[in-house]
């Protein structure tokens, strides 16, 4: 899910984000941009929240102060996956600004909010999901999602995150495309402009209609909401179905990731 904050940092009622790109990213990380889960576990294991706080500072460039109410298993997980996906997708590196919880139903968001000109990258977690759930009831709950058809197949949490980083390219190939410009930015995403192309054209090349019985039954019904849920739901499935597949072979040769 995505949700878009206009510049006077409200949020709207649809989903939308974006993001900056930082000047400093994890390539002073001890193990570099190697995508290796065994590595980032070992290095995302502390014993204290404060200590996996000040990693996140210090080696994901992100503000990860609020996740100090949470349990340091938890908070060693989820860092654990932005540093997996920050490695599958370096376009991404370094991208998030703040890690916060925030009471809504969704276990995630992706948020943008322009400080000064300039995107502020925020991702939003459920603080009544996290804060009520162990790790494993949350990955059993995303997996009675999936089997209710309402998300992609996806792998469980990482999966929702990857969702979101799917969102976030969104932002930055439209930030790019438009020199970060707030209010052409703004109003490319609230049209939903560049992953509406993404959409029709992996439609188009699969001969297959644009309407929601096709999209829920390759993807899922979340994924018929808007072009960009489209999108995020496709890039983080691992169905292999040619929709699926298709979608991730245009992303990769259109965003990068």
């Not at 390759?218 to 995020?232: D, L, Q, V």
Request: charged letters at 30%.
């Amino acid at each position: 899910m995505r949700d878009f904050i206009n510049q006077t940092g409200q949020d709207r009622d649809y989903f939308r984000e974006q993001n900056y790109p930082k000047e400093n990213t994890r390539k002073d990380l001890t193990f570099g941009f190697v995508n290796s889960k065994i590595e980032i576990e070992r290095a995302i294991s502390f014993k204290k929240v404060d200590k996996a706080i000040a990693y996140a500072k210090n080696k994901l460039s992100v503000s990860a102060d609020a996740l100090s109410v949470l349990s340091v298993e938890k908070v060693n997980v989820i860092l654990r996956h932005i540093s997996k996906l920050y490695a599958k997708i370096p376009i991404l590196d370094g991208f998030i600004d703040e890690i916060v919880l925030e009471k809504m139903n969704e276990i995630a968001k992706a948020a943008i909010g322009w400080n000064n000109g300039k995107p502020l990258i925020r991702l939003k977690l459920s603080s009544s999901i996290f804060s009520s759930m162990s790790i494993d009831e949350i990955e059993s709950f995303i997996d009675d999602t999936v089997e209710n058809k309402v998300f992609s197949p996806k792998e469980g949490l990482y999966g929702v995150l990857k969702h979101e980083f799917a969102h976030m390219a969104e932002y930055l190939y439209t930030l790019k495309r438009y020199n970060y410009s707030q209010k052409v930015v703004s109003k490319s995403l609230d049209n939903f402009e560049f992953a509406r192309q993404v959409k029709e054209l992996a439609l188009k090349n699969c001969n297959l209609e644009d309407n929601d019985a096709v999209i829920k039954n390759y993807i899922g019904k979340y994924a018929t909401e808007n072009p960009a849920e489209f999108i995020a739901e496709a890039y983080s499935s691992i169905s292999n179905n040619k929709l699926v597949n298709e979608t991730k072979r245009i992303l990769k040769r259109k965003w990068g990731i």
